[in-house]
């Protein structure tokens, strides 16, 4: 009986292991990764981003007293000319249609908005420009912070509050 084992056929091959180990394993069941991996990561990065985003898109405004009208300052410009239509500098805030528009000059003042800060000057109107009842220089500029009360002309009869958004 011993000549029968050896005379057994042999093993089989190595190379039909690696083939039968080639199939690779069935993947982990899909409905644990989206809510493991998607869940946490997002709510940090909104939050973060939010507050950048408000600075940035901060808006300025210049609230009408005596009609209770807000007029938005223009986007993107960093001179805001105010004033009443003409054909040397257009104003970019037209007062024309506000009452007691005739004490304001065709070219009143300049906003400035120097990386969101924003200054006025007269630009040698009239009857002036005053700046929380204080008589503003022509030439001179005032750095504007929310609240002050901007008087085109004599008299507080075209008024504005300087507001931000």
Not at 19 to 38: A, D, F, G, R, V
Not at 54 to 83: F, K, N, R
Not at 110 to 133: H, K, L, M, P, Q
């Amino acid at each position: 009986m011993t000549s029968v084992a050896e005379t057994s056929p042999p093993p089989p091959p190595m190379s039909n292991l690696p083939e039968e180990s080639s199939t690779p394993p069935p993947p982990p069941p899909m409905s644990n990764l989206p809510e493991e991996s998607s869940t946490p990561p997002p709510p940090p990065p909104k939050p973060a981003v939010s507050p950048a985003t408000q600075l940035q898109t901060q808006t300025a405004s210049l609230l009408h007293v005596q009609t209770d009208t807000t007029l938005e300052m223009p986007q993107g410009l960093e001179i805001i000319h105010i004033g009443k239509p003409n054909e040397q500098i257009p104003p970019d805030l037209d007062v024309s249609g506000l009452p007691d528009a005739d004490v304001v000059s065709r070219i009143h003042a300049d906003i400035r908005n120097e990386a969101g800060i924003f200054y006025i000057e007269d630009v040698g109107s009239s009857n002036g420009t005053y700046i929380n009842y204080n008589a503003l220089s022509p030439g001179n500029r005032h750095r504007l912070r929310p609240g002050d009360r901007i008087s085109l002309g004599k008299g507080d009869l075209v008024t504005f509050i300087f507001q931000l958004s």
